[in-house]
């Protein structure tokens, strides 16, 4: 079974650019969840998806971040304008549903650094 | 609001020797589960062990086991025999019982080295 995928792995911007990640989830997989990574921190949720649709987003700096999961299957998280704070590593997951129950996939990450 | 706290930043271990890593954790929920994630270097996350809060008997998968003190709000991670490979960064994780959310909410980790 092919794991959850993602790209860039790495990425390096000048701060104000403007960055796309992209995640594939496991096939099948109705949820999926973009975390932030910051070095030193333990991940936090940015937003969740099931299927196409938002579950939570309530950490997601909307100002300068969106995403999107068209079709329920892959998904994108954008930044624009980037900010130096930004630096971190973005982890897709996702589970065959949500809850605790159905555990969690993790992607290998995208590590950004925003110069 | 939840939040946990991994107090060890790094810790270290003899190969073969048996190590614990600390884990508390704040929450004026009744159900919820916890979890012990390992990070390796440049490798995907992956789970390690799961606890559900309203199971008293602390959870085993292998190697790995947990101290559950619910009263207490801690949940530690017990590595027997310790390996090369078990050389990583651990995250502790709370996730609420509910049907519709699978938000987890991370430790800062603690990074575990193991010495041949």
């Known amino acids: 079974e092919a794991g959850v995928a993602q790209s860039p792995r790495y990425k390096i911007i000048e701060k104000r650019q403007s960055v796309a990640f992209w995640c594939n989830p496991i096939?099948?997989?109705?949820?999926l969840y973009w975390y932030q990574q910051i070095l030193g921190q333990g991940p936090k949720l940015l937003i969740q998806?099931?299927?196409?649709?938002?579950?939570?987003d309530s950490q997601l700096p909307k100002d300068r971040f969106s995403a999107e999961r068209l079709k329920g299957v892959d998904s994108t998280l954008k930044i624009q304008p980037a900010k130096l704070e930004d630096s971190a590593v973005y982890l897709c997951?996702?589970?065959?549903?949500?809850?605790?129950?159905?555990?969690?996939?993790f992607g290998p990450g995208t590590r950004l650094t925003v110069t | 609001a939840q939040t946990v706290t991994q107090s060890q930043p790094e810790m270290s271990v003899q190969e073969a020797e048996t190590v614990t890593l600390s884990c508390t954790y704040d929450?004026?929920?009744?159900?919820?589960?916890l979890f012990w994630y390992k990070q390796p270097p440049s490798r995907q996350m992956i789970l390690v062990i799961r606890q559900e809060a309203y199971k008293q008997q602390n959870a085993t998968e292998n190697r790995f086991s947990v101290n559950f003190q619910k009263a207490a709000k801690s949940f530690s991670l017990k590595i027997s025999d310790s390996q090369l490979g078990d050389t990583a960064m651990y995250f502790c994780a709370f996730m609420k019982r509910s049907s519709n959310t699978g938000k987890l909410i991370f430790g800062q980790g603690t990074t575990l080295q193991v010495k041949p």
């Open positions: 997951a996702s589970s065959l549903v949500a809850g605790a129950s159905y555990e969690q996939y």
């Open positions: 998806f099931q299927n196409n649709g938002v579950v939570d």
């Open positions: 096939s099948g997989h109705a949820t």
């Open positions: 929450t004026s929920e009744s159900n919820y589960y």
